[in-house]
């Protein structure tokens, strides 16, 4: 690849965002170059790890279920285009206690946007899925449509199919460009520049490391921590079909069931510390390994004794309010920044990247919700 190489996009960051947007500017027959500085997908990135939820339940936040249906298509048709299974029709299991609201708004937005789901009790909950303790919950409503993507291996794949449309793919380290104004060339540390009429930064938790004056304030990145329990020898309560994915909306916790036979998946839905994503040790906290078994013990009895068979450490990347992050730099009109994935943006990877190809090539019209202005220095989560 020679130094002097000019392409329509060049895309930093091929994460499930960067690799979608690559993939839809490939369609449309752009010259497009992606950079990552450790790989596609990597272990310490957002989009690393095994295992996403796609659910379509946003409470009244139609545009995010909206968009959840149009990426659940994208994803079933790169799964088919690769010969790959990339998503597993679990069932998606939201559990409410007191508090319904959420539930109720769900339940309408699924109706006007034609999602199936169902809707039980706590009696009726318990009969389908005896092997959970339903203590506490009131209602549940079931997405029997909405599953699991197995994340790593879907961003391979994006990032193949991008290829196959002649988008190039290089590991290398790109500097922060300097100034203001439209850029013509980004650098790299060791690869040399790359002329373009258009740079993606899609980055991840390492948004505000680029720009740290724009974003060093406005990207949170947040420690998460996820165990799985060994389930018992033969099993089959813990697996799909028996028991779903699964989020208990007033404990703050979800989880899958046992995938590719890896266990039990848990994690909390509440934000960790702040963390940098290259330094951040990658070894769960004994607290955080306490509080699973101690959680794991009440709500699956049968898993009391299990053991933990895996860990992973990785982050949230985090707006102020959960909302997306999709807008041009204010000092740089030919610089666009993609991110801010909050913890529920990895399956919005297909419409994203639709959709800020679609702006990059002068189509469509920007959402308010995803500008930069709309970004605070504080944090006051408002989408789940």
């Known amino acids: 690849m020679a130094e002097s190489?000019?392409?329509?996009?060049?895309?930093?960051?091929?994460?499930?965002?960067?690799?979608?947007?690559?993939?839809?500017?490939?369609?449309?027959?752009?010259?497009?170059?992606?950079?990552?500085?450790?790989?596609?997908?990597?272990?310490?990135?957002?989009?690393?790890?095994?295992?996403?939820?796609?659910?379509?339940?946003?409470?009244?936040?139609?545009?995010?279920?909206?968009?959840?249906?149009?990426?659940?298509?994208?994803?079933?048709?790169?799964?088919?285009?690769?010969?790959?299974p990339l998503f597993q029709q679990t069932g998606v299991l939201w559990l409410e206690g007191a508090d319904e609201l959420r539930l109720r708004e769900s339940e309408a937005a699924l109706k006007r946007c034609g999602v199936a789901h169902e809707v039980m009790d706590n009696s009726q909950l318990t009969?389908?899925?005896?092997?959970?303790?339903?203590?506490?919950?009131?209602?549940?409503?079931?997405?029997?449509e909405s599953g699991v993507l197995l994340a790593r291996r879907a961003v391979h794949a994006v990032m193949e199919e991008a290829k196959k449309s002649s988008a190039e793919f290089l590991i290398a380290h790109a500097v922060t460009p300097d100034g203001g104004g439209t850029i013509s060339k980004l650098a790299t540390s060791r690869c040399g520049a790359f002329s373009a009429g258009h740079f993606v930064f899609a980055c991840g938790p390492w948004l505000g490391k680029v720009f740290p004056e724009l974003l060093g304030q406005r990207i949170f990145p947040t420690r998460q921590e996820v165990f799985f329990f060994g389930i018992p020898a033969g099993d089959p309560r813990f697996a799909t079909p028996s028991l779903p994915t699964w989020l208990f909306n007033h404990d703050e916790v979800y989880g899958m069931p046992d995938i590719e036979s890896r266990g039990l998946k848990l994690a909390r839905d509440t934000h960790g510390e702040r963390v940098d994503p290259d330094t951040q040790s990658r070894i769960v906290s004994e607290e955080g390994a306490e509080w699973a078994r101690n959680y794991v013990a009440r709500r699956f009895p049968a898993l009391k004794n299990a053991p933990i068979v895996e860990t992973r450490v990785c982050q949230y990347e985090n707006t102020s309010n959960g909302d997306f992050l999709i807008d041009r730099h204010p000092d740089m009109p030919n610089v666009w920044l993609a991110g801010g994935g909050s913890g529920h943006g990895f399956k919005h990877g297909p419409a994203l990247g639709e959709f800020l190809a679609a702006q990059i090539c002068g189509e469509g019209k920007a959402e308010p919700r995803f500008s930069l202005a709309s970004k605070a220095t504080q944090q006051k989560r408002a989408v789940f």
């Open 5 to 84: 190489s000019t392409y329509d996009v060049v895309v930093v960051g091929a994460g499930v965002f960067g690799s979608w947007t690559a993939w839809h500017l490939a369609k449309r027959k752009l010259k497009v170059l992606v950079l990552d500085a450790y790989g596609a997908a990597h272990a310490r990135a957002s989009s690393g790890g095994e295992t996403r939820i796609i659910r379509m339940s946003y409470a009244a936040d139609e545009i995010y279920t909206r968009w959840s249906q149009r990426s659940l298509v994208q994803w079933k048709e790169l799964s088919a285009a690769c010969n790959q």
């Open 127 to 144: 009969k389908r899925y005896p092997q959970v303790n339903f203590d506490g919950v009131s209602r549940g409503l079931l997405e029997p």
